[in-house]
């Protein structure tokens, strides 16, 4: 009985020696291959129009944040903001009309910031970042901890 194990032992180790062996020559034929090649070119993720909007209006809302926090009324939204209609999304069947209106109630929330005086400006943009939260709850919840860093206490 134990030569019985000695010849499945061999057997088994054999067997993944060979194993390893037509994958490793199988992968110095695909690197052949790709050295053939002049250039390398990763598949990367690449963020949809949507997705490029919103990271500006990120970048901008910390910007605006700074300016709120000590009193100061922003100045108008920027045009670009309007494209979150017609941005192509990341996934667009998702993109229905509860989205649109609440990009639009997110585009009055900022109008009515820039309008607010000193003393509800604070206010004001808060609820515009709700407005964003609000929105993300139902579409993307990944970046909902990011925007409620905007928030001015």
Known sequence: MKGFHVVIGCLMGASFFISCGQEAAEKGENKTEESQSDTWEPNMYEASELVLIMRQMHADLTL???????????GPMP????????????????IDQIFHAIADKWMGEYQVMTEADTSNVKLKFNALITTCVDCHQNYCLGPIPKIEKLYIK
């Not at 605006?64 to 922003?74: W, Y």
């Not at 045009?79 to 998702?94: I, W």
């Open 64 to 74: 605006v944040k700074e300016d709120v926090a000590q009193g100061k009324i922003p």
């Open 79 to 94: 045009e670009k903001y309007k494209e979150m209609h017609t941005a192509m999304a990341t996934n667009p069947q998702e």
